[in-house]
């Protein structure tokens, strides 16, 4: 009586059921990483996070996850290397060429007569997707009113991303997407190929652009926006994270700004669904109307 009452037997059955343990073990581990750190991955999606836990356990060469866990808490560079696989920095020129073209024709138009147009890429990566807006909005006659604030909580993609710094054998698929994406010029104009065989893009395209950290997970918001991408970024969160998530952006937008999430995340079943309207559903671009 006095066993079960406590449920203590209980708890004896759950600590010997290894699932249990080792969600201990990441739960440890991300608290750790936030409180020493202060990058919170403590709600995002577990089963990714923990194949990618697991996967940084063996490149480390290491046997367990508590022990990939001692070395980050003294080692800020073994935490950074599993930043890196945590924050999967995947991307690419104009990526869904379709949702550049419908920020082209249904965005731009509706922003276009605005004095100063302020656009935030939410989890930027290394760039690529503020170079793809910097040259819509050159092409049609934007730039120079425009700011483009790109953040992301891995510095190693911010730095890429300053650099504007691409390789020539991706350059066949950003011409192609480009094209696809309603491109009105030649692309190798946005772009030369330096001494060293890298490709670099059009410095004058990043003037208009600041990059700076931001962790979506625990920083505020930082100014008013007309425009919010934030594409491939949310779908590694769980339900409770993508909410406050989503609530950041709201309050980071201006009334009637837009919002473009990536092609498999939607507004739907957020808390926030009922404040914005469809711009483009097929291409997940929405409004915020109240
Ligand atoms: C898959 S990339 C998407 C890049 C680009 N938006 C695109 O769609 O091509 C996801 C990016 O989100 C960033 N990210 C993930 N969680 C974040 C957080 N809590 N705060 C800021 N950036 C985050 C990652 O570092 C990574 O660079």
New binding site residues.
């Given amino acids: 009586m006095f066993e079960e009452g406590f449920g203590f037997n209980q708890t004896l059955d759950r600590g010997q059921d290894h699932e249990y343990r080792e969600q201990v073990e990441i739960e440890l581990l991300l608290e750790g990483m936030f409180r020493v750190y202060g990058f919170?991955f403590r709600d995002y999606a577990f089963p990714s996070l923990r194949r990618r836990i697991w996967h940084q356990v063996y490149k480390e060469q290491l046997g367990s996850i508590s022990a990939l866990q001692g070395r980050l808490l003294y080692d800020r560079e073994a935490a950074e290397r599993l930043v890196e696989t945590l924050?999967?920095?995947?991307?690419?020129m104009f990526?869904d060429p379709t949702v550049f073209k419908a920020i082209r024709e249904k965005v731009l138009p509706a922003i276009r007569e605005l004095p100063a147009i302020r656009i935030w890429?939410?989890?930027?990566?290394?760039g690529?997707?503020v170079y793809s807006m910097a040259i819509l909005l050159e092409e049609e006659g934007l730039l120079d009113r425009s700011r483009l604030y790109a953040?992301?909580?891995?510095l190693a993609?911010l730095k890429q991303a300053r650099e504007g710094l691409s390789s020539l054998e991706k350059m066949k698929q950003y011409t192609t997407n480009y094209l696809q994406a309603g491109g009105k010029r030649s692309f190798s104009e946005y772009y030369k190929v330096t001494q060293e065989g890298k490709v670099e893009f059009d410095p004058r395209l990043r003037r208009y652009m600041l990059f700076s950290d931001?962790?979506?997970?625990t920083d505020k918001s930082f100014n008013e926006f007309h425009v919010i991408?934030?594409?491939?970024?949310m779908i590694?969160?769980n339900d409770v994270l993508r909410d406050r998530?989503h609530q950041l952006i709201y309050d980071s937008l201006a009334q009637d700004g837009i919002l473009v999430l990536?092609s498999k995340e939607s507004i739907h079943y957020t808390a926030v669904r009922s404040r914005y309207e469809e711009v483009d559903a097929q291409e997940r671009i929405y409004r915020k109307v109240r």
Avoid: K, Q, W
Avoid at 151 to 154: I, Y
């Fill in positions: 919170d924050s999967i920095p995947v991307t690419e990526r890429h939410a989890g930027c990566s290394t690529e997707e953040t992301d909580m891995n993609s931001h962790h979506l997970a991408l934030c594409r491939n970024v590694y969160f998530v990536g």
